[in-house]
């Protein structure tokens, strides 16, 4: 058998582990489902997430990957026994459902980072006020239905879909480990930058009340909508429930510790998706955008690009906050390849190169109608997010903390030395409240898909079909 691939440093294990969460869960999708829930109210509710159920969740895939050294599907057949292979064949269509959407908005970030060159963010706006007068819709909004869909957007999926493979034929040394201790450091150090330019906006204060000043009674009122949104955004950003920290912890060695590596993941993690918010409401509230909840998967689009347009300086700045998200979504999306091409090494044999390729190839016809329409958009991060994601994560807590426990707290005292009561109490972490949330919280997003099944989609057929 052909000897497994290795991380060459801990530190490029934990920079392609931050890599893979720090991307468009955190850049694009947090400050759009953060506005949808009400700014601070979505965001205590999101800290206590990945605080509460994040941090034991991360170590259950760590100590799985690492005992087995396996893909998911390997893994925790190994565990759980044959029927479980299927669980993992869950964690694998998850890479493929988020991938395959993810490369079009990662290829709508691509553009945009490009149009920044042919002028300023206003000029490229001002080219649309004969259709948006027509339509009644703001420049921005009509720039952003016309780059996100047809063959534009075809072209930069292509384009996208391409480099990641290209990373992930590389290997694990010479590709990810190589790519990601470049991107990931100047991902923080332009974050940072542009948070400091922020600060200095007009306006800015209330920004920053809107997105840090929680107020408990819209907690209170709204918990049905915010917890799965939450749980699904913190999953998402954690890569957990897609096989992500699995797949990565199995090139680990024994002698790591995985408690103080999944602290430092998760910090990372969570402090860049929080400077993320510290740049983006400061931005809509110095141009005038007061409710950044509206808009959907479109609204970091169309609020930046109206904002740059509008505020002093706002040229360079897109191009380094469009040009900071195309790193951030290749990251991610090297993590989420590198799983189902694991997965075909692993269990068919077949070179890097062949499998990179081929699943690669897969995933990027999949998302091929979201190019269309982002109707199917919907359709799919609804399905990733609200169901596969935290079914995963359920899947893996009754696994590591019921089915076959014995092995759990060894794993994770390999690097750390004995835990003692500690052990005992993560078991059981995982074994009730983070099982009883993420109950909870799958059959709030199952309701919650199908009523988008039967209310926006099923509109769509009747329209369309």
Excluded: C
Excluded at 74 to 101: C, D, N, P, Q, R
Excluded at 399 to 425: C, M, N, T, Y
């Amino acid at each position: 058998m052909k000897q497994r691939e290795t991380w060459a440093t801990r530190t490029g294990f934990i920079l392609a582990a931050v890599g893979s969460a720090v991307g468009l869960g955190n850049i694009w999708r947090f400050p759009f489902v953060t506005g949808e829930g009400g700014g601070a109210a979505f965001l205590l509710v999101y800290l206590l997430f990945v605080a509460l159920i994040g941090f034991p969740a991360i170590l259950a895939e760590f100590v799985i990957g690492r005992k087995t050294e396996l893909n998911p599907v390997g893994a925790l057949m190994e565990l759980g026994g044959t029927g479980w292979k299927y669980v993992g064949g869950i964690f694998i269509l998850t890479g493929f459902v988020i991938l395959s959407f993810y490369s079009v908005v990662a290829g709508w970030f691509t553009r945009y980072f490009l149009e920044g060159f042919r002028g300023s963010y206003g000029s490229l706006l001002a080219g649309y006020e004969g259709a948006a007068a027509e339509a009644g819709e703001p420049e921005a909004a009509i720039m952003f239905a016309d780059l996100s869909t047809g063959l534009d957007a075809f072209v930069f999926h292509t384009l996208f879909m391409a480099v990641t493979i290209g990373v992930v034929a590389l290997g694990i040394r010479r590709g990810i480990e190589l790519a990601v201790k470049v991107m990931v450091p100047a991902i923080v150090l332009l974050l940072v930058g542009m948070a400091v330019w922020a600060f200095t906006l007009p306006d800015a204060g209330a920004g920053y009340a809107y997105y840090l000043s929680p107020e408990f009674s819209v907690v209170a009122e709204n918990w049905t909508t915010l917890l799965p949104a939450a749980a699904g955004q913190a999953f998402f950003t954690l890569s957990l429930g897609m096989g992500v920290m699995i797949t990565y912890a199995s090139y680990l060695g024994e002698d790591r510790n995985l408690g103080r590596d999944g602290t430092a993941i998760i910090g990372f993690d969570t402090g860049i998706a929080f400077l993320t918010g510290l740049v983006v409401f400061p931005v809509f509230f110095a141009a005038g955008i007061t409710e950044p909840g509206e808009g959907g998967a479109g609204a970091i689009f169309i609020s930046m690009t109206e904002a740059f347009a509008t505020i002093s300086g706002g040229h360079l700045i897109g191009l380094l906050f469009f040009g900071t998200v195309m790193i951030a979504a290749l990251s991610s999306a090297i993590s989420l390849l590198e799983v189902v091409t694991a997965y075909v090494i692993d269990e068919k044999g077949i070179d890097r190169w062949k499998a990179a390729l081929g699943m690669g190839s897969v995933i990027y016809v999949l998302g091929v109608p979201v190019t269309y329409d982002l109707i199917f958009l919907d359709l799919l991060d609804g399905f990733a997010d609200g169901i596969l994601l935290v079914f995963g994560a359920l899947m893996l807590v009754l696994l590591v903390g019921w089915i076959a426990p014995a092995f759990a707290v060894q794993e994770l005292e390999k690097g750390i030395g004995d835990l003692g009561s500690l052990g005992e109490a993560w078991l059981w972490a995982i074994r009730v409240p983070v099982l009883v949330v993420l109950v909870i919280t799958l059959s709030l997003g199952v309701l919650e898909y199908v009523d988008f099944l039967t209310g926006p989609f099923a509109d769509w057929i009747g329209e369309n079909v």
